[in-house]
């Protein structure tokens, strides 16, 4: 199995910028689409952007804008550039397959406060 290492969160004023990085410990090519999740504090985990192997992109519309998912496939690693940042953001991210695969990482804590 593949198994991903989240990296790159941390505190971050509103309006600020972060990069996630999603690091697998194999390929990830065979994968078809790869995405970001988060989950905040009394939250259902939730999807935030996807990719495909070719590069195809879907965001949800809360993030729509403002964040961008990437992938290289040589490297197996997948990205998340996030700019202005909200507190409503707040939340530790994973990446994961899409549909998501059974078992979950630790994530990386995002926090977006003044």
């Known amino acids: 199995q593949v198994q991903l290492v989240e990296s790159g969160g941390g505190l971050v004023q509103p309006g600020g910028s972060l990069r996630l990085s999603c690091a697998a410990s194999g390929s990830i090519f065979r994968i078809n689409r790869m995405g970001w999740y988060r989950q905040a504090p009394g939250k259902q985990r939730e999807l935030v952007a996807t990719i495909t192997r070719g590069g195809t992109t879907t965001y949800a519309d809360s993030v729509k804008g403002r964040f961008t998912i990437s992938r290289d496939n040589a490297k197996n690693m997948v990205y998340l550039q996030m700019n202005s940042l909200k507190p409503e953001d707040t939340a530790v991210y994973y990446c994961?397959?899409?549909?998501?695969?059974?078992?979950w990482g630790q994530g990386t804590q995002v926090t977006v406060s003044s």
């Open positions: 994961n397959t899409y549909p998501g695969g059974h078992y």
